[in-house]
């Protein structure tokens, strides 16, 4: 599997240097997540690294990456194509980059939209990409913040956020991320 310092050496490599600076930012916060949640840094660390290795492709790659690996890809083109990084990462992560833990793929998978039974790692991931330090909009310093103290109810209030925002300027909402609230709205407020 690849290691930490490859991941981050493959990130600096393939995306331009704002997208670097990001993944980096995601790094740092997930990683402090971790310590304050009891999961595992070095997870968090790699999946951080890793989780927009396929942002900046072509969409035609994208495509690409599905159709060859059309079981992992699953019906992914049928969801809204801002979403279909995360999957595309999350299949290089295992064919290209040898990181055959389930738990680190599933957090690049969704960290864009969540999903149903998020784990400690797949809320740490979504929420460290959502606040992440460059990103400046009003609500990102709270859920810095928030974040190292409930992560579960952080989680439900980013996919809140991500739900009204996509409305407000009319994009679609993938499935995922709707269900992925309502379930974690049941979990945690009964």
Same mark, same amino acid.
């Given at each position: ?8 050496r ?18 740092k ?21 890793? +989780? ?5 492709l ?26 279909? +990084? ?13 990181? +055959? ?15 149903? +039974? ?27 913040r ?45």
């Amino acid at each position: 599997m690849i290691t930490i310092d490859e991941a981050k050496r493959l990130a600096k490599k393939n995306l331009s240097a704002k997208r670097y600076e990001h993944v980096c930012n995601v790094r740092k916060l997930a990683v402090r997540m971790a310590e304050a949640h009891g999961a595992d840094k070095d997870k968090a660390a790699l999946a951080a690294l890793l +989780h927009d290795i396929a942002k900046e492709l072509p969409k035609e790659k994208v495509l690409q990456i599905f159709e060859e690996h059309a079981i992992m890809a699953g019906n992914i083109v049928e969801r809204p194509s801002s979403v279909w +990084h995360g999957v595309a990462a999350a299949i290089l992560a295992k064919t290209e980059y040898g990181v +055959h833990d389930e738990e680190i793929l599933s957090a690049i998978a969704c960290h864009t939209t969540g999903k149903l +039974h998020m784990t400690k790692l797949d809320k740490i991931i979504y929420l460290a990409d959502m606040a992440s330090l460059e990103r400046t909009y009003q609500e990102a310093e709270e859920l810095r913040r928030e974040a190292m103290q409930d992560l579960d109810r952080t989680t439900i209030k980013g996919l809140g956020l991500s739900i009204e925002w996509l409305k407000a300027a009319g994009k679609a909402v993938d499935e995922q991320t709707l269900l992925a609230y309502a379930e974690q709205r049941a979990q945690y407020y009964g």
